[in-house]
């Protein structure tokens, strides 16, 4: 896909989510740079801020077939999976495929679920196979998770296991809207243009066709990121680990997840090469789900926002 179609997908996917989502724009990008890139995300923010919307409104950007699994603590395994169920008129045993047999899965509060359950999406997310009853069936090439969560503190939630964090490209938190985008809101739940009335009417039309979106990533691993660059990036990530108040540092996973997302961090720019700054701006939503910072540290108050802040601060920006 050439640099200008490129530009114009994005471009209409950005203004057709936001014929639904109000302000949030850093968010919709977020999403898009997952979506676009393959990789799943998870969605972080306290009750209201739309992340359920946010996602449902994605699947019809992306014309995917979608799914959505409310997370819930006696979700069994089985309920996202599926089970093979004995047939008495064949004779036979026969598959009975769960929501995860989709394109598009929305897991909606997946911290609300013990880990057992959480970790039935963890096969599935990074090779985009489900094994039921030892036999193994595969997901569509385009499988993406969309996983919301209210922030950890909240009770009765199971926080996800690191290795499970390790499988979303991006940690998107999403904030309250400010005071004029909140007035829009509340002038448009009055009218017959609600979110919730508008999605339904299907006003958001999709920008592309599931058979484009490898012609897409092709057009993105295209973006030039010279070596020094890429250098910066390997460094940023390996600081993680030797930080002196990190606990446990982002893995290779991170390096590649923030490739990527600072080329479509450049692509959404409408620039063909990524700078120093893409790779920073993605630096924090890339690392901070992945670090665990020592117990010490975080008693005082420190965040993993912070410690990102002082390793970009640190590591000198190749000219
Ligand atoms: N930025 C926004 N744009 C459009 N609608 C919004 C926005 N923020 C909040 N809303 C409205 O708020 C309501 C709540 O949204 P939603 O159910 O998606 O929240 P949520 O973040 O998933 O909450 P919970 O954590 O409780 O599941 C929706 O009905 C939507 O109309
Ligand atoms: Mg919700």
């Given at each position: 896909m050439n640099m200008e179609r490129l530009k114009e997908v994005l471009a209409q996917a950005r203004s057709e989510t936001g014929k639904v989502i109000i302000g949030q724009h850093e968010v919709i990008e977020r999403a898009l740079i997952c979506i676009f890139t393959g990789n799943h995300a998870l969605v972080e923010g306290v009750?209201?801020?739309?992340k359920t919307l946010l996602v449902r409104t994605l699947a019809h950007v992306l014309g995917a077939d979608f799914a959505r699994i409310q997370f819930t603590?006696?979700?069994?395994p089985a309920d996202i999976t599926g089970t093979n169920v004995f047939n008495l008129q064949r004779n036979e045993f026969s598959l009975i495929k769960g929501?995860?047999?989709?394109s598009f899965l929305l897991a909606d509060?997946?911290?609300?679920?013990p880990a057992k359950t959480q970790s039935a999406l963890l096969q599935a997310m990074q090779e985009r196979l489900v094994t039921i009853d030892r036999e193994t069936h595969s997901l569509p090439a385009n499988f993406t998770v969309f996983a919301t969560q209210n922030?950890?503190?909240?009770?009765?939630t199971y926080p996800l296991p690191e290795a499970q964090k390790d499988r979303f490209m991006l940690k998107i938190s999403m904030t309250p809207p400010d005071r004029a985008e909140e007035l829009l809101l509340a002038q448009r739940t009055m009218t017959r243009d609600a979110p919730e009335t508008l999605l339904a009417q299907k006003v958001v039309r999709p920008v592309i066709k599931a058979e484009d979106l490898a012609e897409l990533r092709e057009g993105l691993a295209a973006i030039v990121l010279r070596e020094e660059l890429v250098a910066y990036l390997v460094d940023i990530v390996r600081a993680t680990r030797t930080?002196?108040?990190?606990l446990v540092g982002a893995g290779p996973r991170a390096t590649q997840s923030l490739i990527m997302a600072a080329r479509a961090q450049a692509a959404i720019a409408g620039r063909d090469f990524v700078t120093p700054d893409d790779i920073k701006t993605m630096a924090s939503p890339v690392l901070e789900h992945r670090l665990i910072l020592r117990p010490e540290f975080e008693i005082e108050g420190l965040t993993v926002t912070e410690v990102i802040q002082q390793i970009l601060q640190q590591i000198a920006v190749p000219r």
């Open positions: 009750p209201g801020v739309a603590p006696d979700l069994m929501p995860i047999f989709t509060e997946i911290n609300r679920a922030p950890i503190e909240y009770e009765g930080h002196e108040s990190v």
